[in-house]
């Protein structure tokens, strides 16, 4: 409220941005094995992930074309992809001391291919899916590593006040606990890092108490103790939901009288918190300046030199693949398509942001990020939360320049221009676009670098400060006022100075960076504020339908790559309302039914998994010539599964969603109908409808919904 009526900001971005990224997309679509757990068995599954990027598993293709219920739904917050069987079997034989498997003996898992995938949770459910080829693993691989870069980013972006007030109350009980530095289960919605925060301490409890008493072989112990740690992990799951709800609920009712108060007496409290400030900065200044000076400062270049190489080459990757679309754009305008194309190749650009695998190479700029040396001091446990954190400020830029040049390009397009005239006029765009680009992009990264700066430094200096200076912090309570005592906070303002001893060298630090152009960094002051105000009113008109107006009208947004249909193919009986809803596709692995990934030919393997592969061509065969959804078994959880009657009809409009929260990660959600007060998938009733494909929602004909 300070900042609000102060008006203090930041530097305006030159690029517009994209108000609803995703509206009516569906991320990716294509064929994989899972194992199931309950029969052993491995069964091929039509997936697609929606632009909520919540994994959800059909029977096969003809189930959701004829919208039958998903099996399964996973939300993979907090997860691992592992590539290996071994990387598997280490991990598990780690969860549990003392089941590490003898040579020889069977393991818990046997991939019948060379090319698993794994999702791994340290508490939740696991989930094994195997591939062909290795083609087919790297792709899905991308894309799994997408939806959990997405999940972990669970808390809103435009949540200013309560997100950052959430994750301070987290970092601030693990102190309590002894517990500093970065923390990798800080990730998803506020009821998942619940739930992870009260699991890591449950989890050791847990392992001595039950460990002891599993029986059998180690593998068996192990699936045990695997089913075990998911089953306590959904109980607190349900509970932190309910609680969270309640205690958010109570705080949202007490927030107009705080704030009323705030606003009438925002002089006398900012006055009383600078005293405060004051008093507390003369007690622990001498102390910190010499902590800075002798354990932090000499670390920081180091630190910033190793974050601003592969940060730096992930953003220039960025800008390198969007220069490389618009020219490719304006290339087969020239030679091919002409002016008649331009609605079908922009329909494809708008969604490179959100391309997974064209995506691929900017991200993978990032996976070099080492602190060598440094993790250790800084307490710093992975580099995956910065490396995460630069991933998602890649696509918001890149989605931000894609989106600039389609505002720019359209407000041309009013002009009527030749074909000539067009390609000079992407020409100049794209320049323009570009230097926009390169000015956000710096101050993108400058906030990124000091913001993982602080991320590694401030715990470690709460650290070393905190036996000298954290037992006296109760004595300076009595300078708050009893009125101010709700607003103030004695912790928050230590930490606040403690920041500040700190902030002065990382500022000076980024800002010598920028001076000395490194990597490609701006100062600030070389672009005015609104310097293109113009551009900035383009934005407030409605948004962009290229396939409807330069298009076909009719199946535009298709695939971006070129590795199958656009989207998943409509049965012939659809009418065309249907047709309209279908979501389009940023790029999607499905192919006739004669192609399909797994049968892109004979592959070299070898003698152990020769009758898996065997087997699992027959079951794809078998998928193929289906006409109908089998009847389906249990699902993933062990809930019965029970079959709509009839067929489902799509309504006409979907009714509200629930929020992500409400979905634990790694849950795989029973879609048929439950009791209405099913706490644990956290799904809510609502009224009868079928199965909407543009929408976020999954419903089946009972009208039950989940959204991520």
């Not at 598990?92 to 003392?98: D, E, H, T």
């Not at 006022?481 to 928050?492: G, H, K, P, S």
């Not at 980024?510 to 990597?519: D, F, I």
């Amino acid at each position: 409220m300070r900042h609000e009526i102060e008006g203090t900001g930041v530097p305006q971005a030159q690029l517009l941005w994209r108000k609803v990224p995703l509206d009516e997309r569906i991320i990716f679509s294509g064929n994989l094995f899972q194992h199931q757990e309950d029969n052993k068995k491995w069964r091929n599954r039509f997936s697609l992930v929606p632009h909520n990027y919540g994994l959800v598993l059909y029977e096969n293709k003809v189930a959701y074309e004829r919208q039958v219920p998903p099996r399964a739904v996973i939300n993979s917050a907090g997860y691992k992809i592992l590539t290996s069987v071994d990387q598997y079997l280490e991990l598990v034989g780690n969860s549990l001391p003392g089941t590490t498997s003898k040579s020889g003996s069977a393991p818990i898992l046997k991939c019948p291919t060379q090319f698993p995938l794994i999702l791994w949770h340290p508490s939740a459910r696991h989930y094994y899916f195997c591939m062909m080829t290795e083609a087919e693993q790297d792709k899905w691989q991308a894309v799994l590593q997408d939806c959990i870069r997405h999940c972990n980013n669970g808390i809103p972006e435009d949540s200013k006040v309560e997100g950052p007030a959430f994750t301070d109350a987290i970092r601030m009980y693990r102190q309590s606990k002894e517990l500093y530095g970065t923390w990798e289960m800080l990730c998803g919605n506020e009821v998942q890092i619940l739930s992870n925060l009260v699991m890591e301490e449950l989890g050791p409890e847990l392992k001595a108490e039950l460990g002891p008493r599993l029986k059998g072989k180690p593998q068996e112990r192990q699936r045990q103790w695997i089913q075990i740690s998911d089953a306590v992990y959904r109980m607190v799951y349900e509970q932190a939901a309910a609680q969270f709800e309640a205690v958010l609920s109570k705080l949202q009712l007490a927030r107009p009288a705080m704030e009323a108060v705030i606003r009438t007496d925002m002089d006398q409290i900012i006055t009383s918190k600078e005293h405060l400030a004051s008093k507390i900065r003369a007690f622990i200044l001498p102390k910190a300046e010499v902590c800075v000076r002798n354990h932090v400062q000499p670390y920081i270049p180091s630190i910033l030199e190793a974050l601003m190489v592969p940060t730096s080459q992930g953003f220039t990757e960025v800008r390198d693949v969007f220069f490389k679309e618009v020219t490719d754009i304006n290339l087969n305008i020239i030679n091919e398509g002409g002016i008649d194309k331009l609605g079908e190749y922009m329909e494809k650009l708008s969604q490179l942001a959100y391309h997974p695998l064209k995506m691929q190479s900017c991200y993978e700029k990032m996976e070099p990020l080492r602190l060598d040396g440094l993790q250790q001091r800084f307490d710093v446990s992975s580099t995956s939360v910065f490396k995460q954190r630069a991933q998602i400020h890649m696509r918001e830029q890149m989605d931000n320049a894609v989106y600039t040049f389609e505002t720019l390009l359209h407000q041309e397009l009013g002009k009527g221009p030749t074909k000539e005239e067009l390609c000079k006029s992407i020409q100049r765009i794209l320049e323009r676009v570009l230097k926009k680009y390169d000015y956000d992009s710096s101050s993108v990264r400058k906030r990124f670098f000091r913001e993982a700066l602080l991320q590694i430094t401030i715990p470690f200096l709460l650290k070393k400060l905190a036996p000298t200076c954290k037992s006296e912090l109760p004595r300076f309570q009595e300078l708050i006022f009893e009125d101010f005592a709700r607003f103030i906070l004695v912790e928050n303002t230590y930490e606040e100075v403690v920041l500040q001893t700190v902030m002065k060298d990382i500022l000076q630090a980024v800002k010598e960076a920028a001076v000395q152009r490194k990597h490609n960094l701006y100062r600030d002051s070389m672009v005015m504020h609104n310097s293109d105000p113009n551009l900035h009113l383009l934005a407030e008109g409605t948004p962009i339908d290229w396939g409807e107006e330069y298009g076909d009208g009719g199946g535009s947004g298709g695939s971006s790559g070129n590795s199958g249909d656009p989207s998943p193919s409509v049965p012939e009986a659809a009418t065309t309302s249907e047709k309209q809803r279908r979501a389009k596709q940023v790029v999607s692995m499905v192919h006739d039914e004669a192609g399909l990934p797994f049968e892109a030919g004979p592959e070299v393997l070898s003698p152990v998994s020769l009758d898996s592969v065997t087997e699992l061509r027959g079951l794809l065969a078998q998928d193929l010539r289906a006409e109908s959804p089998p009847p389906a078994g249990p699902l993933l959880n062990g809930a019965p599964l029970r079959e709509s009657s009839q067929p489902v009809a799509t309504p006409e409009a979907s009714p509200p969603a629930s929020p992500l929260r409400q979905l634990p990660p790694g849950k795989a959600v029973d879609l048929e109908p439950p009791k209405p007060s099913d706490q644990e998938t956290g799904e809510q009733v609502s009224s009868p409808g079928g199965r909407p494909a543009i929408h976020t929602t999954t419903e089946d004909s009972a009208g039950v919904q989940t959204e991520f």
